[in-house]
């Protein structure tokens, strides 16, 4: 740690002209309308540090605040309350150093307040938590972690993560990575593989909502085939029918899974049953060539589930109706 820079002047601050109309305290609180529009205007002069912006500082005289807001709705709308306090330097290089948020911007003004070694310490701390028991902390590290790597195009740290010893992270991993949207599609497919059915499944899940998203998946329909066909978790096979269901919808070829679909209509679950169904007729839909399924299909007409019996039906009537079938 070097030195910090010493707290600003306080009559330097009572006369700056960018944040005096700021006291010690600020707080504001809101009925349908933002708490932050209620607190003096020298708080939207303050620069915001770190996610969510917990911390503020003057760009004029450097004074810092520490920044807090609360949320909570009801049927008839929502309240907000915000607090400002003006905080001397040690409190706000405490308040950053506390933070488990990886943010550049952060990292920088830690520099500014004399810690030189900021980024090492809190991805070690981050790193630390992964292993913890405390499932919060865990989520807040996997975020932060990830948010770090991808902000900083590095996605050696983000494979780090995705080969971590714990299960449970790597299925935070992955569901962070698919909440955000930033579906890296080929690690999901690549983690179809994982040890852990939990994580598998996960990574499917992630295919199918990266699928829905209008992603495209063609790269892993044969990764997907071979899960349909051969994954031992009962709840992995009918995810990746899914995924695979999902693409043919929306135009993928995924006539190198019909093999394993047509097996998948025989299986003792029946929801893997009808997505496998789903999944044939999406592809007849597309003009996929199914002949090979029929027999399979037709079978189904008379199985005890009816979603299964609809979803065939409908299968059939979408292969007969582009004429692949030749019924
Ligand atoms: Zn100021």
């Known amino acids: 740690m070097g030195t910090e820079p010493a ?118 701390s981050q790193m630390a938590a992964l292993q913890g028991d405390d499932k919060i902390a865990r989520h807040h590290a996997v975020s932060s972690l990830l948010a770090h790597y991808l902000g900083q195009g590095r996605l050696a740290g983000v494979d780090e993560l995705l080969a971590h010893p714990s299960p449970a992270v790597r299925r935070d991993v992955l569901y962070a990575l698919f909440a955000c949207g930033n579906h890296l599609i080929d690690r999901f497919g690549r983690m179809l593989a994982d040890v852990d059915p939990g994580v598998r499944n996960y990574a499917a899940w992630g295919l199918r909502s990266a699928a829905e998203g209008g992603k495209d998946v063609s790269g892993e329909v044969a990764r997907l085939a071979g899960v349909v066909g051969g994954d031992p978790d009962q709840d992995v096979r009918r995810q990746a029918a ?56 037709e079978a189904c007409l ?7 019996r609809t979803r065939a039906a409908e299968a059939l009537r979408r292969a007969g109706q582009e004429g692949t079938a030749g019924r």
């Open 7 to 124: 707290d600003v002047d306080p009559a330097r601050a009572a006369d700056c002209a960018s944040c005096k109309d700021l006291g010690a305290h600020e707080y504001s609180s809101t009925r349908n309308a933002s708490a932050d529009d209620a607190l003096p205007p020298g708080f939207r002069r303050l620069a915001a540090i770190g996610r969510g912006g917990i911390l503020r500082r003057c760009p004029r005289c450097n004074s810092y605040f520490s920044y807090r807001r609360a949320y909570d709705s009801d049927l008839g709308g929502y309240d907000e309350e915000a607090w400002l306090d003006r905080i001397g330097s040690a409190e706000a290089r405490a308040c950053l150093l506390a933070s488990g948020d990886l943010s550049a911007d952060l990292i920088e003004e830690l520099r500014r307040l004399g810690v030189a070694d900021a980024l090492q310490g809190k991805l070690a």
């Open 242 to 297: 899914a995924v695979l269901a999902e693409a043919a919808a929306r135009g993928v070829d995924i006539s190198r899974a019909l093999a394993p679909l047509i097996s998948a209509l025989t299986s003792s679950a029946w929801s893997t049953r009808s997505t496998a169904a789903a999944a044939l007729g999406a592809a007849a839909a597309r003009g996929c060539d199914v002949r090979s399924a029929l027999p399979a299909l």
């Open 302 to 308: 008379s199985d005890p589930d009816d979603t299964v």
